[in-house]
């Protein structure tokens, strides 16, 4: 007789974690719904999440480990697999140092713990260098925002929002539940403003809705806070009590004016900032602002991002109801060992050039890696160790990462499938799925935690990101950091100090509601004697001494971006890279015909005068050529507004046309070291 259960655990096709009911039928899975019960999405699931089953039972998913001969890949088992790859990290680490060795932490299998070990297992080795997708995605975010009031809320408190900004996302393709939320206040009587160079599916539904030009954010920030300021609308009280810098930062913003502003932003400022001042004054407190990815790709990034987040203080939204809340820590254990080996003295990669990427993330650069890959400088690096994240399609100047990658004396790749980076690795082992694993995630927005389930058992030679770590780490003479036995016993430690148990996460397969919601804690912090803010002052810092004394600006000064500042005759359209598409996560998905059915092929968003003048229609192909490179590529014609005049957008993701073949990895924001991959400028040709 055929036995069927229904198992609650959390999606992992991409990072909204959201609720959902596996069904299994006979030991296997056979169809994926959203959990009615969730708080998170309530029994939505997109169109991700609903394929799981099929990314689970991919035809072309790696179920042995691979070992690269002169013919190609060849299966072996894991046993001789690990022994080899700790026999080669052993020799390398002896002749070499330990610093010579890497990890690459990727997606694709987890988030929050994946980290956590990977950062882990590289400082048990005696290596400080530890590198992610994060040093060009979300890191900036939590920098500006921790450079202005110590840390980053990614989940504001949209519930009890009276104004909601959007600022460079597009929630409804990127963060489906989010957009749940907004909708929900919008019926409540709630404002949506959206700032955005593209008219997205978010834009759509905006009362307001700003069309900026890319990397111009900053002048309008400004020139709202300029706005505010010169009506009153500001929170004097939080300004003098919980702030530093306020002066030097009002005396800056005078110059943009609405001039100043429409120049740089191409917009009709004055008809648009009063607009924006007036709601945000109306609604404050209860004002949340989000900042998305498009901010980050610029090099004038931070400061961008600090322009915008300069506002909360003005209004008092910060950690307010309806704001930007700063949720409760669910109290769960640190993996990390950087208080016990920090490893300073070896000099991560890039620490030299982007100091504040370290000292905020400890995070080493990618792209600095490349060079010294390829130079032996600042010393050989000969080994790396990557979980699931694909570089080849994601990582800017796509010709140096393959050429860098590919001289490596040992690169290891862990993935669910070969992807285009895998197929450059020396050896590549196949991963466990988010549902033959379990994990804690927190919902920070609620303030709940979740177990998640594991649905199905791996196949004998398929190793969670734990036994892999744990396994090597014993073989290299670090077995003392990985004492679990299991993924199940580092769980049950990771909440040891908590108020709740495992046994109450099992109980509550939906998440356990951990703590209540507490609002203006800086108030708190500051009648306990504590600091208000997690900041050098412990104040919320307009102007930030620690930049200063590291030589660079204090204010959140505005740089216009090259296309603003030095128009290209040679390369007169400006690239925006990475609007997300609903199917796909970043370069995921791409190998599943259900998702890729959808939209199987790259395409430029075009306004229609561009396509005009360059006498194309919608299907045509362009080729598009940046200093660094070119692509060739079909034209997707938008109508008239939804996107700018002498703008062009292309998603990441494709093989046949990576638009990372032309973004730059030689042109960085110079505080976070983040590559300039939204304001490319470039020259499209008809082919």
């Known amino acids: 007789m055929s036995e069927e259960k ?5 999606c992992r096709m991409c990072d909204d974690h959201c609720g959902i009911d596996v069904h299994v039928k006979d030991g296997k899975v056979v169809k994926i719904e959203g959990n009615r019960e969730h708080e998170w999405n309530h029994g939505r699931l997109c169109i991700k999440g609903s394929h799981g089953v099929e990314m689970i039972y991919a035809k072309d998913r790696i179920h042995k480990p691979l070992k690269k001969t002169e013919n190609g890949f060849v ?3 894991l046993e001789q697999a690990l022994d080899e790859i700790c026999e080669k990290l052993g020799k390398i680490r002896d002749e070499y140092g330990a610093r010579s060795i890497g990890v690459w932490k990727g997606e694709a299998t987890g988030f929050a713990q994946e980290e956590e070990l990977a950062r882990r297992w590289i400082h048990a080795l005696g290596s400080s260098n530890y590198f992610s997708n994060d040093s060009e995605c979300s890191i900036a975010r939590l920098i500006g925002a921790s450079l202005v009031y110590g840390r980053w809320s990614a989940q504001p408190n949209y519930p009890n929002s009276r104004c909601i900004v959007i600022w460079g996302s597009n929630p409804p ?3 489906p539940n989010m957009t749940q939320q907004i909708n929900a206040a919008r019926e409540k009587g709630a404002k949506l403003i959206v700032i955005d160079p593209r008219y997205s599916a978010m834009a759509r539904q905006a009362d307001i809705y700003v069309q900026v030009k890319p990397g111009s954010d900053g002048a309008l920030a400004h020139g709202i806070a300029r706005e505010l300021i010169a009506h009153g609308w500001i929170d004097r009280e939080f300004i003098d009590n919980y702030s530093v810098g306020y002066d030097k930062y009002e005396a800056y913003v005078q110059k943009f004016d609405y001039a100043y502003v429409s120049g740089e932003c191409g917009i ?3 008809a648009l900032i009063p ?7 109306k609604a404050a407190p209860r004002v949340a602002i989000y900042v998305g990815n498009g901010l980050e790709h610029h ?7 600090r322009a915008v987040f300069c506002l909360d203080g003005l209004l008092g939204s910060v950690d307010a109801e309806g704001g930007n809340y700063f949720s409760v820590p669910s109290g769960q254990r640190s993996l990390t060992i950087y208080n016990e080996r920090p490893l300073l003295e070896q000099g991560p990669i890039g620490v030299d050039k982007y100091p504040v990427l370290y000292d905020y993330h400890k995070e080493c650069h990618t792209m600095t890696l490349m060079d010294a890959i390829l130079s032996g400088k600042p010393y050989p690096f000969k080994a790396l160790v990557m979980t699931a994240a694909n570089p080849v399609l994601t990582n800017p100047n796509t010709p140096k990462v393959k050429k860098a990658l590919a001289s490596l004396d040992l690169f290891v790749v862990r993935d669910l499938f070969l992807t285009e980076t895998a197929q450059l690795a020396d050896y590549v082992l196949p991963a466990a799925s988010y549902l033959e694993r379990s994990e804690l995630h927190t919902f920070s927005g609620l303030q709940k935690i979740a177990l998640t389930s594991r649905v199905l058992q791996p196949e004998p030679d398929v190793q969670d990101e734990y036994q892999f770590f744990h396994d090597t780490a014993h073989r290299l003479g670090a077995g003392e950091w990985f004492p679990w036995k299991d993924e199940d016993e580092l769980n049950e430690w990771l909440v040891e100090d908590c108020a709740f148990t495992i046994e109450d996460l099992k109980n509550n397969p939906s998440g356990y509601h951990y703590a209540e919601h507490q609002f203006q804690k800086y108030k708190a912090n500051a009648a306990a004697g504590k600091k208000p803010f997690n900041t050098p002052t412990g104040k919320m810092e307009f102007a930030c001494q620690y930049l200063k004394d590291l030589g660079y600006q204090e204010l959140p000064e ?7 500042a030095s128009p290209s005759a040679e390369y007169p359209f400006t690239l925006v890279t990475g609007a997300r598409k609903v199917m796909y996560y970043h370069g995921r998905n791409h190998n599943l015909p259900g998702l890729a059915s959808a939209m199987p092929d ?3 968003e075009m306004n229609p005068q561009d396509a005009e003048r360059l006498h194309v229609a919608s299907g045509d192909v362009v080729r598009v050529t940046s200093a660094i490179g070119s692509i060739e590529i079909p034209v997707a014609v938008m109508q008239e507004g939804e996107i700018g005049v002498g703008v062009v957008q292309i998603t990441h993701g494709w093989k046949q046309a990576d638009v990372n073949r032309i973004t730059h990895d030689d042109r960085f924001d110079p505080i976070s070291g983040f590559p300039l991959m939204k304001a490319v400028q470039v020259k499209i040709e008809k082919v």
Do not use: C, M, W
Request: charged share 20%; net charge negative; hydrophobic share 40%.
């Open 602 to 604: 790259p395409e430029i």
């Open 268 to 270: 009709d400022a004055a």
């Open 75 to 77: 299966e072996i088992s």
């Open 275 to 281: 607009q924006i001042a007036a709601e945000l004054h």
């Open 173 to 175: 393709h990127a963060h």
């Open 299 to 305: 090099e004038n990034g931070i400061n961008n991002i």
């Open 558 to 564: 505005y740089f216009p971006p090259r296309s603003n």
């Open 6 to 10: 229904i198992v609650k655990t959390l």
